[in-house]
């Protein structure tokens, strides 16, 4: 499986695995086929009469519009299909996308796959020498280094693959109790990108046993923040997590 290193916000290199192209195929067939079923039901479910046809087909398909970044922003960067397939969107630098960059992706999936271009060419609307930019968005994955089409090189995102991982939620976040006393306050001084990036380095010391990467970013992010600590450095890294939550929701 291709493997891409990103270096982190920290300068520490993280070597993540890349979403083979059959897993985003799939995926978004599965996302596609979701979609219809959607549409199948608002059609059974909707009694359209001929003075409201526009209003309703307006309140069916912008659901169908805005599927991608509806659930990748509050799904952290998947949809059914990506869960399906257990793939997810990451940013370049091994972070969560930010509002923007996942609106950006949406935004030129027309332009990576411009299905259109077909219907355009068969009524003449535009030349036919135009089909092969069709596969735009294919050989963008296939070609660049990262496997990035066209939306993931402008929004600075990439999928990774999650096989034989847990999420990133299920190792990194846990209950803070209400008798909970914080050790690091410094934590406040990290930016959302820091913790980001803190989490993903987290999962991936956990997915490698590599305990040498927990020790150089505890001692980077010590060296940043200017304090000192007894924990060994992978605890170190889960109580700065577990106290950015508690200063956080407090």
């Known amino acids: 499986m291709l493997q891409v290193k990103l270096d982190t916000g920290f300068n520490i290199e993280v070597e993540f695995p890349i979403s083979p192209f059959h897993k985003r195929l799939f995926a978004w067939l599965i996302d596609l086929f979701i979609c219809w079923l959607y549409l199948q039901l608002m059609s059974s479910l909707t009694n359209i009469k001929a003075y409201d046809v526009s209003w309703l087909e307006i309140l069916v398909v912008i659901p169908l519009l805005l599927y991608f970044p509806l659930l990748e ?99 990194v976040f846990t209950e803070v109790e209400s008798t909970y006393k914080p050790r690091y306050p410094q934590v406040m001084q990290l930016s959302d990108r820091d913790i980001n990036t803190l989490k993903s380095i987290i999962e991936s010391v956990r997915r490698k046993n590599d305990y040498a990467l927990a ?36």
């Open 73 to 171: 922003i509050p799904l952290n960067g998947q949809t059914i299909g990506k869960m399906a397939m257990r793939i997810k969107v990451i940013t370049d630098e091994g972070g969560q996308p930010t509002i923007g960059q996942y609106l950006i992706r949406w935004l030129f999936r027309m332009v990576d796959f411009p299905w259109w271009l077909l219907f355009a060419v068969l009524n003449d609307v535009i030349p036919a020498w135009t089909m092969p930019l069709i596969f735009i968005g294919l050989a963008s994955v296939i070609f660049t280094p990262k496997s990035q089409r066209i939306g993931d090189l402008l929004a600075g995102t990439i999928l990774i693959d999650l096989k034989n991982q847990t999420s990133w939620e299920d190792t």
């Open 215 to 250: 020790m150089k970013i505890g001692d980077r992010i010590k060296s940043k923040l200017k304090m000192e600590s007894d924990q060994d450095s992978i605890e170190f890294l889960h109580t700065l997590l577990k106290d950015y939550n508690y200063y956080s929701t407090n």
